[in-house]
């Protein structure tokens, strides 16, 4: 499983379509997506965004498009690129950006038992 964050509102307007991501590929090339295990790394990119946010689960079998697993930073950590549209059956759940008092991210309950990396 692999998960992208979004505004709530923008997933409003996904969520019944067949699938997604112009506005990201054409801004990126690709959709960016992080591993549960790594996703603590790349939270505090949303930190100073006021919109209700949430984690759009994908199970990355069930995409119908490339994943590359790729260190563009140089950090040492390959992250999921979605390299075409996500085909919404792929979306396994939909869950909350969950913040602490602070505003930092919140491990969600659903990944209590993933090893943060």
């Known amino acids: 499983m692999i998960l992208h964050c979004m505004k709530r ?19 990126e090339g690709f ?17 100073d965004i006021e919109d209700e946010l949430i984690l759009v689960c994908i199970d990355e079998n069930k995409l119908k498009v490339e994943v590359k697993y790729e260190d563009g ?26 913040r602490n008092e602070d505003g930092t991210y919140k491990k969600n309950p659903e990944f209590e038992e993933i090893e943060d990396k």
């Open 31 to 47: 959709i960016h997506c992080s591993t549960v295990e790594y996703f603590w790394r790349v939270a505090p990119n949303f930190i």
């Open 73 to 98: 930073d140089n950090c040492g950590r390959e992250y999921p690129h979605v390299y075409g549209l996500i085909n919404n059956d792929a979306v396994i759940n939909v869950l909350p950006f969950l």
């Open 9 to 27: 509102t923008t997933w409003e307007e996904r969520r019944n379509k067949e699938s997604w991501g112009k506005r990201n590929i054409k801004a």
